[in-house]
C-alpha cells in the first residue's frame, strides 16, 4: 500500500532552509549545504534532479526517486523553477495551490494543481499505485500532519548549523501525533531517520 512520505534534509539545529531564502535563494543562505549529500552524482535530464551518489546515500536516493508521485506546496514548486514539469521519470505532481500560477504550466501536463492537501494527496496515491508518494515542503508537511494524511517522516541530518532561517515546523500543531523511528541508517556526511505517523 503506498504511503506519504516528507523525505527533507536539515541541520542540527532544526533548519530546513538558511536565512534570507527567496528567489534565487531558495535554500537561504548557506542553506546548500543541507543538500550537498545529494548532488554527488551527476545531473540528470529530470528538471535538474541529481545523479546517483554512492554507498548509504544512493540508496536512499533510489527510494526517493521510486516514488510513485509527487506533492507539493506552491513556493517549493515556484523555487524549484517547476522542475521543469517533470520531477522525475514522469510521474504525476501535485501542487497545493489556491491561486492561479503562469501559462507555462499549461503545457506541463504531469502537473495538477489542487486547492486541499487530504485531497492532493489522496489523488497523488491513486496516481502512485503501489509506489509511495513524496511530500516536498514545510507547509505541505505541516498541513498534511495536521490533516493526518502524512504517513511518514523522512529526515535527512545534516552535521552543520546554519544558525537562522526556516524551521521544519514552525507553527504549532493543535494535535501532535507520535512518531515511531523505523529506521537509522549512517550515510557519508548525512544520517538518514525514517519515522512512522501515529495518528
Known amino acids: 500500500m503506498s504511503s506519504s512520505v516528507l523525505y527533507m534534509s536539515m541541520s542540527l539545529d532544526g533548519f530546513v532552509a538558511g536565512p534570507n531564502e527567496g528567489p534565487g535563494n531558495g535554500l537561504g543562505d548557506g542553506g546548500m549545504r543541507l543538500h550537498e549529500w545529494f548532488f554527488e552524482g551527476e545531473p540528470t535530464e529530470h528538471g535538474g534532479v541529481p545523479g546517483r551518489p554512492g554507498g548509504v546515500n544512493g540508496e536512499v536516493m533510489d527510494e526517493l526517486m521510486a516514488t510513485g508521485a509527487v506533492v507539493s506546496g506552491r513556493t517549493t514548486f515556484e523555487l524549484a523553477g517547476g522542475w521543469g514539469g ?35 494527496i489522496a489523488r497523488a496515491k491513486e496516481g502512485a499505485g503501489d509506489r509511495d508518494v513524496l511530500v516536498h515542503g514545510v507547509t505541505i508537511a505541516h ?6 494524511v502524512l504517513d511518514e517522516l ?33 550515510g557519508r556526511g548525512v544520517t538518514h531517520l525514517r519515522y512512522r505517523v501515529h495518528r
Open 86 to 120: 517533470d520531477h522525475h521519470d514522469g510521474v504525476p505532481v501535485f501542487i497545493v495551490s489556491r491561486g492561479e500560477l503562469g501559462p507555462e504550466v499549461a503545457d506541463w501536463p504531469l502537473v495538477t494543481f489542487v486547492d486541499d492537501v487530504a485531497t492532493a
Open 143 to 148: 498541513l498534511a500532519l495536521a490533516a493526518g
Open 154 to 186: 523522512q529526515i535527512h541530518l545534516v552535521p552543520v548549523l546554519l544558525g537562522g532561517g526556516r524551521h521544519l515546523f514552525e507553527q504549532p500543531l493543535a494535535e501532535l501525533p507520535e512518531l515511531e523511528l523505523t529506521r537509522v541508517r549512517d
